[in-house]
């Protein structure tokens, strides 16, 4: 009998009954389970062997016999809370799963890709961290337009030498899983992008260590080796995100049902809507309100089982 859905639910530290009451909730919405599993994540495995951030445990159903919205309602009925305590809970379509559909992994950088916010580093060497971050904070939370804060935000780092761009890079630091989740998509021969609000001057190294096979961010304008204050061009805003979504999935052969986007905050919003599937990851409200899916623990490599890889 053909396998619909999948049911895939994440939990650090999960109620023992969990699982059962999944099976339960599944069933009462009228789905009927194929089959299950569950693995458990370790740490290592996810974060690499000096990460200290917990592992997890990742259950998946195969289930039939339901669609994907009803499911989802009775599952998750409110966005914001977690109907079991502790444990995200998703509704997927199995089509993710078949391994000979070639998909596109979309990701957001900052406090995505990686744990930091980039254009607060920045700030901090101009001594003005504290006042770029509540921007950055309102900014993701969508209370301001995201190009005129950036454009606000980058004026505040003019004259700083353009060296600054390398001291941050090196203390930029990876989301847990994010190497291991790009090495499982582009080891089953899918495509793994990043679109970053932020910098090319951080984000083209970081996606050339990664092996990423499209990459697109800010061009901060430098003179004489100084930073001006200014972006060069368009600002990579929600609205260029979702569109480099639609010509890489484009140029890659990548049906728009088979990419995966991956944020946190507000001007995500649009690249996850455009996407088969959006999954919020620690992210904002407003983001979690409208995605499709949601991953609220420290370990970015969960988002692979929703390709089953």
């Known amino acids: 009998m053909t396998t619909d859905l999948a049911v895939i639910a994440f939990a650090q530290n999960p109620d023992p009954e969990a699982r059962e009451r999944i099976l339960t909730l599944v069933q009462d919405a009228g789905a009927e389970v194929e089959r299950f599993s569950t693995v458990r994540v370790t740490g290592p495995g996810s974060a690499g062997p000096d990460s200290e ?22 599952l998750r009925p409110d966005p914001l809370t977690q109907m079991l305590p502790g444990v995200d809970v998703n509704v ?34 101009a001594g003005r961290e504290a006042e770029v971050a509540a921007v950055t904070r309102a900014a993701m939370l969508g209370e301001l337009d995201f190009a005129e804060s950036l454009l606000a935000r980058v004026e505040t780092l003019a004259g700083l030498p353009a060296s600054v761009l390398d001291e ?20 089953e021969g899918h495509a793994v992008a990043a679109v970053s609000g932020g910098f090319l001057g951080v984000l083209t190294p970081l996606a050339e260590q990664l092996r990423l096979t499209r990459h697109a961010a800010n061009t901060l304008e430098v003179v004489d080796g100084t930073l001006t204050g200014r972006v060069l061009g368009e600002v ?29 905050g507000a001007n995500d919003l649009d690249m996850l809507t455009a996407a088969g599937l959006g999954v919020a990851y620690n992210a904002k409200p ?6 499709d899916a949601q991953v609220n623990l420290p370990n970015l490599d969960a988002v692979r089982f929703f390709a089953d890889l």
């Not at 951030?53 to 998946?60: D, L, Q």
């Open 53 to 74: 951030v917990p592992g997890y445990n990742a259950f998946t159903a195969l289930v039939h016999g339901s669609d994907a919205t009803a499911l989802l309602a009775a």
């Open 92 to 125: 997927v379509p199995t089509t993710l799963f078949d391994p000979g559909r070639k998909k596109l992994l979309i990701m957001d950088v900052d406090s995505t890709l990686i744990q930091q916010e980039v254009v607060d580093m920045l700030a901090a060497h």
């Open 168 to 187: 941050v890079l090196a203390a930029v630091r990876l989301s847990p899983g994010a190497d291991v989740l790009v090495k499982a998509f582009l080891r």
């Open 236 to 264: 990579v805003d929600r609205t260029v995100k979702e569109r480099c979504l639609r010509t890489w999935a484009e140029e890659l052969d990548v049906a728009p049902e088979d990419v995966i986007a991956v944020g946190d």
């Open 286 to 291: 407003a983001l979690r309100a409208a995605a």
